[in-house]
């Protein structure tokens, strides 16, 4: 087992008794940019001691508290139980199966908000093909501050965006003395690459990990994304790009400089640590507010409340659980 949390201390033990108490509201449940990025389990059994999940294995049985938790990603050999992931759905956690070098979505958790405010504007900035053409290059100009890519149209963009990566793996390789020969892998075949190859694939799936739990945790839809297109993760994809040169890429070269064995999981903790302490999640979660924020309707986003209107004529909106029928007023 590979956790990224300690083991549990003196006295500590593990029982199959979930707690019982009321849910929680978003407000008291740890906020997205307060949590971890990730935690990374295999080969263990998943499950709840009160309201921490509990890890083990052969070597042991470690707590880790769901609240603090963004992504969980089980690798091969995990089992998890109902209790767990109770847990983590109440906790609006992400799960997520992966393979052993590689990431793949299959689950995720509850959102931690309860208002429609940033999926709302994200989809009627999508909707636009001015406002989303103006998202994506606001997105290249959160990525490279120093250039202004107003006017470019999207060929441009990913002209200038395609250029910018190949500097940043050509001045890596360079700072860091690895041998860079291109980009090269083979989907589903982790083991064929060269091992920056490998690092710099790693470092990309645990991105759009971290991705995906923001995503999810504020309520925006992955599928409408502003850059990429056409799948299921585009919105995921767009938001770990922004990351890819100034964090991914380097530390990614940075594993591969010291060791060729074992490069995915090294660079998954070498990730982790950097993630952690440059708090990205926090500022992941500034970037999408800033991003859709001036698309967004006037509603409080913090609102713990679960609200639920009723649409209009003219964009109104009425109280729900409330019968508008007038005999004067239907017509049949």
Not at 45 to 61: K, M, P, S, V
Not at 247 to 268: K, W
Request: charge should be neutral; charged fraction near 25%; hydrophobic fraction near 40%.
């Amino acid at each position: 087992m590979r956790p990224d949390d300690p083991r549990p201390g003196p006295g500590e033990v593990l029982t199959s008794r979930p707690a019982a108490r009321p849910t929680s509201t978003p407000r008291q449940l740890a906020r997205i940019a307060d949590r971890l990025s990730f935690v990374y389990l295999e080969r263990c059994t998943i499950h709840r001691d009160a309201n921490a999940l509990t890890a083990e294995d052969t070597e042991g049985t470690r707590h880790i508290p769901s609240a603090t938790i963004g992504t969980l990603l089980l690798g091969p050999g995990t089992r998890v139980t109902h209790q767990a992931m109770a847990v983590l759905g109440e906790c609006g956690a992400n799960v997520v199966w992966v393979g052993e070098n590689g990431v793949r979505f299959y689950a995720t958790g509850n959102a931690l908000t309860r208002s429609s405010r940033l999926i709302e504007a994200q989809a009627a900035a999508w909707a636009n093909r001015r406002s989303r053409i103006a998202v994506a290059r606001e997105m290249y100009r959160l990525r490279f501050p120093d250039e202004d890519p107003s006017g470019l149209m999207r060929r441009e963009l990913l002209g200038c965006e395609g250029q910018r990566v190949r500097e940043c793996y050509a001045k890596e390789a360079t700072r860091t003395g690895v041998a860079w020969r291109g980009r090269r892998y083979t989907p589903g075949d982790f083991a064929s690459s060269d091992a920056p190859n490998q690092a710099v694939t790693a470092a990309a799936q645990c991105m759009y990990g971290v991705a995906q739990a923001v995503t999810a945790a504020l309520g925006c839809a992955p599928g409408l994304g502003f850059v990429h297109s056409g799948h299921i993760q585009s919105f995921v994809l767009d938001i770990a790009d922004l990351y890819k040169t100034e964090i991914a890429i380097p530390v990614a070269f940075e594993v591969a400089a010291e060791d060729e064995i074992d490069v995915g999981p090294r660079t998954r903790r070498a990730l982790r640590d950097v993630i952690n302490k440059r708090k990205l999640l926090d500022r992941c979660v500034t970037d999408i507010q800033s991003l859709l924020g001036p698309y967004a309707p006037e509603r409080s986003p913090d609102d713990e409340a679960d609200r639920v209107a009723l649409q209009s004529d003219g964009d109104a909106e009425l109280a729900a659980g409330v019968n508008y029928a007038d005999e004067a007023t239907v017509i049949w």
